[in-house]
């Protein structure tokens, strides 16, 4: 077993070999610029996208003509919310969202906010899923866009997107997704799931980073989008610029991959997560699951050890790439938003990690990431004094502490 | 973040890490931040003849609040009570190399010191307690 560990599979992932092999000839022999229609360079490259588009489409159930590139999920995302607020403002004003999204979605919608556009932020229980009955109650006749997204990037929790795009339905309104953790991952299927645009990312599904999609509906009903860049009309005009055809046909591979690997992948991936869970939480007490307990993405572990601090605890494990809600990893110092929104406390979202099992891990990292885990919270709860308190059978909740 | 190889080696072998009893004669407690903020120093002096003999600390937050509050207890000992008193966060800054985002782990040991530094000196009973350092930060 080779250290240091890799094991924050949410916040990226390794290029699959067989994804760089499949990119390498499109940097120097097949290097067109695949909008060139006068000579088989462009010809070739185009053929190389492509075909990496029927791959993408195909694993989503949507047509080839439906996948917009982008750089990535963020651009995606912030092309769904600008680009049909801007097309479709005649039409209405509000933008309905959840309090969990990603912070391209937020963000997004905080800067539509600044142009007058008015967004309500969805409550999520806590599991971590919005309600589809409180979507149905948000819309109103100004309503021009719902954007939920399918899987939580920190707990994993996967929302009811086939309840909701219904509602959006019935109600003639626009429903974005933002998939960029679940595709790949889980089945996705743009028509069961009602969704009219849906953002997504290669590098989270072990394919190369600055290089995304947007799905925009073609058909019941046809999306349009106001672009954000301007230019030379590629991708159906919605997004000018010429296609990184590298990017663009590892993107294609990595999703034939997924789609090829998924079902034994997310059981391999789910039953090493479950060993990891077990591990941790059958050895130590007072470890708390984060998310939905069994609608969450098969890699996906995200617990708070009770008496320690994430950051201190990731310290103690610096060997083994993780991620946590503490306030201490973020420049802002609050702890993570997600957390708050389900109702945990601030005490417990700072003691937060997450754990991303992914496609190259084995069975002998999660063994030795249990084990490690175990050894530093002991050695930080020694060292605690909450966890000494609570020892000694005081409340913490009812000291009087000076919040600073 | 990378962590200086100070904040490294107090966070794996800390200085004085433990307890004493807060009823023991010339211990003086201060217990500083909250839980809601990521974190809780507690830290105990030990007194005698007006000099810190012993000094103990237990931790919750991140790592440079653990390095803080370890050096903190390194510091303490041997000097006078007025002595201490005169520990500033800076110090400690420099001693640690904490970054600008980690300066109030710092603080929180300033005033981890300034608490335990007061509880000793109400238990002493002292009179000329300035009123200032009577609040725990």
Redesign the interface.
Known sequence: MKLPIYMDNHSTTPCDPRVVDAMLPYFTEKFGNSASRNHSFGWEAEEGVDQARKHIASLINADAKEIVFTSGATESDNLALKGVVEMYKEKGDHVITSSTEHRAVIDAAKSLEKKGVKVTYLPVDKDGRVDPDDVRKAITDKTILISIMLANNEIGTIHPIAEIGKIAKEKGVLFHCDATQGVGKIPVDVQELGVDLMAFTAHKIYGPKGIGALYVRRKAPRVRLAPMIDGGGHERGMRSGTLPVPLVVGFGKAIELCAKEMPEESVRTMALRDRLQDGIMGALEEVYLNGHETDRLPGNLNVSFAYVEGEALLMGVKEIALSSGSACTSATLEPSYVLRALGVGSDLAHSSIRFGVGRFTTPEEVEYTIDRMIKAVNHLREMSPLYEMAKEGIDLKTVQWAVH | ?A?SEKV?DH?NN?RN?G?FKKDEDGVGTG????????????LQIKVENETIVDAKF??????S??ASSSLATEWLKGKTVDEAGQIKNTEIVQELNLPP?KI?CSV?AE?AIKAALNDYKKKADTEDVPEEAAT??
Do not use: N, Q
């Open positions: 973040m962590y490294i966070y800390p890490m307890s217990i500083v931040g909250a839980p809601e903020c990521g974190d809780v120093m507690k237990k931790t919750f937050g991140c790592g609040a653990i985002v109030h929180l005033d725990p930060a």
